[in-house]
């Protein structure tokens, strides 16, 4: 289901209907309402990254990843024909992201249960292959892959809210309009995210000397 | 104090970790994903214009002002075309009155004008059964004043349905039709009992003024026609015909008086014994 944009609480506008400014994401969105292609494809480019990450990073499953992505993407085209300007369009998006991701995944399995094997090996093997690198370079791509393995391991919801505060810029207002919880819901999800990754980082830092 | 500072240093642990997340290397989706996601758009950006209600013409934007407007002229242009719509309506559109007010009214003028101008003898029973015609057709009267307010009354509904209208039409036809007949039936009626007063109890002055008033018009017309309705006024011209001695014309009327008015014959008739003696004198001579 395609969320409106009204049901927005804290990014909810005053008036109805916003008025974009020229290059916006929204004035992008209503030139494809129009028929311009191209405006659609400078949106696509411009949001395809983050949005695939946010699924990849929270799925470990990269060939359903995809398709949610791919099914955001239609989500998009279709409710196009009915789209007003009454929030941002990145809100919106990821409200569809995220809608899809509760409806495929999280009613049947629980993701705070995955384990991140893939993102283990992947580390694992991003390992070895630094072993011939330069020292500091070998340090830095450590503490990289260091800092993606304790990403994958926060809960389900630190998760997404670090994932759109770090990815998209998001304010923890926007991510608690995704996520539909209470503002400080969100902020202590995005605070406890941050330092749990401090402190996994800080672990595996220990661990390796 | 304290919550100044867990804030300051969670602004400072956020941009570390947002410096050195974004060092990383990033995942993208494939080249040929992007592929289908724009292949996609593309083709789903006609639909999208179309739904979106851009190119919307100007009959679906304004399908129900046009709507009534057709209508509207459907309806003034079959009550122009058609005159007979007008009557039914009730309206005479020319001169704005209702039309069937006017067709009683002339139906009455009408009626006693034709009657005055066939009837070339002014026989007491003929006047009365006029009069009794006329007080008929007042009876009827009522009905079709009962009428024409309905369909004055309806000048205010002339866009609603005909079949309404069609309906009052048929009815207040009807009631014309019936009028005509109860007018009929009592003039008939009428006539008979008159004449069978007035034969009864017919001052013998009276009979002299019609036997001269016959004498005048067997003069006018020689031919010996008659044009007279009923049987008292034949045998008066017959009762002329044998004073003023013409016994043969006198033959000729009374075989077209008994073709004519067979129940002289009739022994009930209270002219018989009268027209058997003039009978019997004709054929005796």
């Not at chain 2, 100044?4 to 947002?18: G, S, V, Y």
């Not at chain 2, 209600?53 to 002002?65: D, F």
Request: charged share 20%; net charge negative; proline share 4%.
């Amino acid at each position: 289901m395609v969320p409106t944009l009204t049901q927005s609480k804290d990014a909810q506008p005053k008036d109805d209907t916003l008025v974009p400014q020229v290059g916006s994401d929204e004035q992008l969105m209503l030139d494809y309402q129009a028929g311009d292609i191209s405006a659609f494809e400078t949106l696509y480019r411009k949001h395809k990254g983050p949005l695939y990450r946010y699924f990849v990073r929270q799925l470990h499953d990269q060939q359903l990843a995809e398709d949610l992505y791919q099914d955001t993407w239609s989500k998009v085209m279709n409710a196009a024909a009915q789209y007003q300007v009454k929030a941002k369009f990145t809100t919106w998006l990821y409200k569809i992201a995220h809608n899809l991701l509760i409806d495929h995944v999280r009613v049947v399995k629980p993701l705070d249960n995955i384990s991140p094997l893939a993102d283990e090996q992947q580390m694992d093997s991003l390992e070895a292959d630094n072993l011939n690198a330069p020292e500091p370079q070998l340090q830095q791509q450590q503490q990289l892959n260091m800092m993606k393995a304790c990403i994958a391991h926060l809960p389900a919801v630190q998760k997404e809210a670090f994932l759109l505060n770090i990815e998209m810029g998001m304010t923890a207002a926007m991510i608690s309009d995704i996520a539909d919880v209470t503002l400080e819901a969100t902020k202590s999800r995005i605070r406890y995210a941050y330092q749990s990754i401090k402190q996994c980082i800080a672990l595996k830092l220990q661990e390796t000397r | 104090m304290s919550q100044q500072q867990d804030d300051a240093e969670f602004t400072a642990l956020q941009t570390e970790i947002k410096q050195a997340y974004h060092q990383q290397s990033m995942e993208q989706p494939s080249a040929e994903l992007d592929e289908a996601i724009l292949a996609k758009a593309r083709a789903a950006r006609h639909v999208v214009a179309k739904q979106s209600g851009v190119t919307k013409s100007l009959w679906q934007r304004n399908a129900w002002l046009f709507s009534t407007a057709a209508s509207v002229i459907l309806v003034a242009g079959l009550f122009i075309l058609n005159p007979s719509l007008q009557q039914q309506v009730g309206i005479n559109l020319e001169q704005g009155l209702p039309e069937q007010q006017m067709d009683a009214q002339q139906f009455d003028v009408e009626n006693v004008m034709s009657k005055s101008s066939s009837e070339t003898i002014r026989n007491a029973a003929v006047e009365q059964s006029i009069v009794v015609e006329g007080m008929s057709m007042r009876t009827a009267s009522p009905k079709l004043e009962q009428a024409s307010p309905a369909s004055v009354s309806d000048e205010a509904l002339i866009d609603n349905t005909l079949t309404g209208k069609m309906q009052m039409q048929e009815a207040s036809q009807q009631a014309l039709v019936e009028s005509q007949k109860q007018a009929k039936a009592a003039k008939q009626a009428t006539a008979a009992e008159a004449a069978q007063l007035k034969a009864a109890a017919l001052p013998i002055r009276q009979q002299e003024k019609e036997f001269k008033l016959m004498k005048q018009q067997l003069e006018s017309n020689p031919k010996g026609h008659i044009e007279l309705d009923t049987a008292e006024v034949a045998f008066a011209r017959l009762q002329a015909l044998m004073a003023d001695n013409k016994i043969k014309q006198a033959e000729g009327y009374m075989i077209t008086m008994e073709q004519r008015f067979p129940e002289l014959l009739s022994p009930v008739h209270p002219l018989y014994e009268q027209y058997q003696k003039i009978k019997a004198q004709l054929t005796s001579q």
